[in-house]
DNA sequence: AGTGGTCGCTAAACTGATTTAGCAGAGCAT
DNA sequence: ATGCTCTGCTAAATCAGTTTAGCGACCACT
């Protein structure tokens, strides 16, 4: 791979200058004395070789690999995983850095050997990245540099990326509110563990807690509450068939999470109600499904690409120290209509 | 970064030898005369000291980084890039190397970019992935060094790794055949851009191929083909509604991938058809919607992890110069059924 | 004539590893 | 005593850059 490549020895010798002069000028140095003509010849010898330097005999002086390093829990269970890479990979790339990323599958071992491997390759940061919103415990060793959390927390206060969950979960209720919605208003998909302990989930307090305080404000309180042992489309599913058995039937439903929506939607249409003239139903996250389900499911887009982003602006800029909560933006679909009758 | 870390003259010094003897204990060069305590020595500094290897400096001398460039055309659209990820980064692990992950979104500017960083940073090899199945042009600057086509190949007779999608092809057709369908199987998903134009698909012909293939050898036609401009839900959706207005309903249908039967479904759910009893449907990809659906959605799974795993393989290993066909596993849902009545 | 400053540039050290070439001492045969 | 081989080890070169220290020429000033 890239064999025979000038060096900046041939740059300098077809230059007729020495490497000092050569380094210099390629590298834009400030208040070096170099004239204008040697400038001339240095450029033009390196456009004439193609001279790119190398990476790894820079960064052995310099100790700047003008890279950084992604850590990962998991990359592929989750579509959202991408969206994240790629708002970073912009970022980096717009700083002309590049991305070396690896995957700990929440294993410890496999941790321990991703974080040695970035190391052993002098990163110039860290973004340690959680797929699930939530809170966890840096490993000691890369403390030693710049550490940005992406889509997580963590108990020694370094800077962090993460969705308003809460701001979303005040967005549902409002946009509900303002159809009209009042006292039949009912939520699928509580869960005490992702509720309740930190590590697990951030993201389900928050929205809860939105939810909540929007709700209150209006002087509304939910009609029902469903508990789901997990956020997937057969946990929707169930939980919307247990709701329409009852006597009193919501007039919009809220589910933790789209694909949650997709199972109620499942449910709904196999009792013959139509969404959104019988029934609104509104959500988080903005999985692609929601757009291709009928009618479109609104929703509050999770933002990773911007929150890729954000991570790398915030390792290399420099940067805040209270998390930096990004947006999650509504997206007003059809499911959304003032209640029936 | 990584600040003071033990170098390998510490290591030596600790040890009392030189350098020399440090590097070569540490790297078991065989024909060395070092003696059996002067490795002790070594190893025991090397353990005290936590010496990890700069490989930057490494690489300086040895060329070889350690590292695969993995540039692919887009990241984030589609939920199967991770995957293909995943399964590369798991391979490459187990080789001890490392992946940097570059995007070109399918701009030659930024694929030029791209190229450039990671040849400067001498990585060992190229992995070269498109997001969709095709057939592309390799830019010549990566053929300096060893690289595999990922999801696509070239005319230039790289060593690539693609799906199976005619051995995938084959299976659905003999899955609908094993259960009776014969004269009444439509197929949704027909286009004359995907199956005629290698660079934008290459699956779509050979998914079509696979399946006229075994049916023509049962001696079976199909009884409707729906084109299609896109394969998104609602072009399923719209296509699933034409064949219903038609005299002759089928028995069962095949989707070209899991969105459009995703549409197929809805547009069955509204005309009051039941899954599997009135029609069986089956399709392509396993996207994860297919186990999400009411029944499961029967599907060939693209084997995205397999493939990236491969690509590692055949780029460190050496490889095949035919194509590497991996197979398209069979998922046998509930949406499979014998032809009613 | 001597001193000091600026200008334009370079030699050499340095980064941390690998690798080549070769040295000192022991043992043995002549 | 001399020459030879083998053993166990090391000095120094090398990779391709960056950076420090400083050199010679020229000019101005006293």
Redesign the interface.
Known sequence: ???NRATLADVARRAGLSKTAASMVLNGREGTRLSAEAHQRVFAAAEELGY??????R??RT?K?A?IA?VSDI?????F???L??GA??AA?ERDH??????TQGDAT?EQ??I???????????IYAAMATRRLAVPGA?L???VVLLNATSPDGLPSVVPDDEGAGRSVAAALLELGHRDAIALIGRNRLKEDDPEVSLAARARLRGIQQTLGEAGVSLLTECFCTEW???HG?AAMRGLLGKPKRPSAIICMND?LA??AY?AL?EAGLTVPEDISVISFDDD??AA?L?PGLATTALPH?QMGRRAVELLLDGGTNPPSLVPMPLRRRRSLAPPPG
Do not use: H, K
Not at 52 to 57: D, F, G, Q, T
Not at 98 to 103: A, N, P, S
């Open positions: 791979m890239g064999r790119r330097p190398n990476l790894a005999a960064s052995l100790r690999t890279t992604f990359v592929a269970t989750t579509r995983a991408g969206d890479i790629r990979l912009d790339r590049v991305l070396l990323i690896t995957e496999f050997y991703a040695e491997a970035v190391l052993d390759r002098q990163v110039d940061g860290v890369i030693g540099g710049p997937l489309p057969e599913y694909r997709f199972g499942q249409g692609p499904i291709w009928r690409e």
